[in-house]
């Protein structure tokens, strides 16, 4: 079982770095998000959505569902690890 999943997780790695091949260099000036993406936001965020900081406009009002999103990942994972590791009373009877 454990040859299974070691070989699983190869091809899972593989497959992860073969998608990584197209992309963009780091930093590349013309890839799309520095072509598209950013000069929008930076353009019209304060038109937008009246929010002087571009930073704040983009998580609050552009990716809000996101944000969000990640934030309630973020909970559900903090409650379900305290109520893993919370003291039992059953647990002090035996």
């Given at each position: 079982m454990k040859v299974i999943i070691l070989?699983?997780?190869?091809?899972?790695?593989?497959?992860?770095?073969?998608?990584?091949?197209?992309?963009?260099a780091w930093g590349d000036p013309n890839s799309p998000a520095n072509t598209y993406v950013s000069p929008l936001y930076i353009e019209e965020a304060y038109s937008k959505t009246e929010?002087?900081?571009?930073?704040?406009?983009?998580?609050?009002?552009?990716?809000?569902?996101?944000?969000?999103?990640?934030?309630?990942v973020i909970f559900t994972a903090a409650l379900i690890c305290a109520l893993l590791l919370r003291k039992n009373s059953d647990d002090d009877e035996a």
């Open positions: 070989i699983f997780v190869i091809l899972s790695g593989g497959l992860l770095i073969y998608g990584t091949m197209d992309m963009p929010t002087p900081n571009i930073v704040s406009a983009v998580l609050a009002d552009y990716r809000g569902y996101d944000t969000m999103g990640e934030t309630t």
